[in-house]
């Protein structure tokens, strides 16, 4: 059974900084893409970063860009979303998620869904 568990959300100032972690189990995590999401109230899911199996190549919204780093550990089949310089627009649901081998943008064609953290950033 696979499961993927988000963690590291909370409430932050403009401004500042935090770090989302998504530990997998119950899948072969070395073959997975992983991808962060985020949905607003009110608002359809939407992309914010993903990495390729290795990790070696990243891709990112433009709304995070410079602002957000996603990096991967294999070796502790977890996953990780580096947020500084936060906005208030920022503020949503954050989810990860894993599709088997082939990079994706698009939430349906991932496999695996965690349940998601809450991050809130206070102007």
């Known amino acids: 059974q696979v499961q993927l568990v988000e963690s590291g959300g909370g409430l932050v100032q403009a401004g500042g900084s935090l770090r989302l972690s998504c530990a997998a189990s119950g899948l072969t995590f070395s073959n997975y893409v992983m991808g962060w999401f985020r949905q607003a109230p009110g608002k359809e899911r939407e992309f914010v970063a993903t990495a390729t199996s290795s990790g070696s190549r990243t891709i990112y919204a433009d709304s995070v860009k410079g602002r957000f780093t996603i990096s991967r550990d294999n070796a502790k089949n977890t996953v990780y979303l580096q947020m500084n310089s936060l906005k208030p627009e920022d503020t949503a649901v954050y989810s990860c998620?894993?599709?088997?081998?082939?990079?994706?943008?698009?939430?349906?064609?991932?496999?695996?869904w965690g349940q998601g953290t809450q991050v809130t950033v206070s102007s």
């Open positions: 998620a894993a599709r088997y081998l082939r990079v994706s943008q698009r939430p349906i064609e991932y496999n695996y």
